[in-house]
């Protein structure tokens, strides 16, 4: 199977010096594309800036901004079969980039951000993908009521929840602990390394029948 995975954060400039950004550290994303290349399957991934090394034999893609990664989504879209969408993509962006770096001017600043491009709100509705498309929620509370409701909306077959709240899990860690959330049924995997759960959601990916 052809799999098309999202990983990391994005970076939104304000000027030649600074953006706006979070923590993702790519981790989830670049676990997945190991696990599903591991597996046999042709992967290409599609991540902003990390620190970490790409998977031996996953076909790569950097890209910066939320925009740069919708449009690498979509270019690269044709074929696949199935779409994991793990990136922590920035929900805002400045209205407008300065050429110049902006320079200090009273004790205040208001900052005038935007909309970016909804990736995965996209997938089927503008890009017309029939695939088997998996998406990640990151939420702080009412975990499984918010990821099912994401499901729904972005007519996901599966929604990997996970609980941020928790420092022991998630952003910048190494182990997560999620609920894999389906139209019909969740399924609570116990806590483990990314790299363990990377394969799990890679089995139920290859799995499910997306229409
Ligand atoms: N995502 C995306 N493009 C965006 C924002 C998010 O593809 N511009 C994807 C993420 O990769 C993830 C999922 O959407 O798979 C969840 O992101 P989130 O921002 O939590 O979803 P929202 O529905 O925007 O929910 P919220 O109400 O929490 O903002």
């Not at 900052?111 to 029939?130: A, H, K, Y």
């Not at 190494?174 to 894999?180: I, K």
């Amino acid at each position: 199977m052809k799999f098309l995975i999202t990983a990391g954060p994005t970076r939104e400039p304000l000027d030649p010096a600074r953006y706006l950004t979070n923590r993702s550290s790519g981790r989830m994303g670049y676990a997945l594309a190991g696990a599903a290349r591991h597996d046999g399957h042709d992967v290409v991934l599609i991540s902003g800036p990390t620190a970490l090394d790409v998977p031996p034999g996953v076909d790569f893609i950097h890209v910066e901004t939320a925009q740069e990664m919708y449009d690498a989504v979509r270019d690269m879209l044709p074929g696949v079969d199935v779409a994991i969408m793990a990136a922590a993509v920035a929900d805002y962006r400045p209205v407008a980039y300065s050429e110049r770096k902006i320079k200090k001017d009273g004790d205040r600043m208001v900052l005038e951000l935007e909309r970016t491009p909804d990736i995965l709100g996209s997938m089927r509705s503008v890009f017309g993908f029939t695939g088997t498309l998996i998406g990640f929620a990151a939420e702080t509370n009412d975990v499984e009521d918010y990821a099912r409701g994401k499901l729904e909306r972005k007519q996901c077959n599966m929604v990997v929840a996970n609980d941020v709240s928790r420092s022991d899990i998630g952003f910048d860690s190494r182990e997560n602990e999620v609920a894999l959330v389906f139209p019909d049924r969740v399924e609570y995997l116990e806590k483990d390394t990314k790299e363990h759960i990377a394969m799990h959601i890679i089995e139920h990916a290859t799995i499910i029948r997306p229409q």
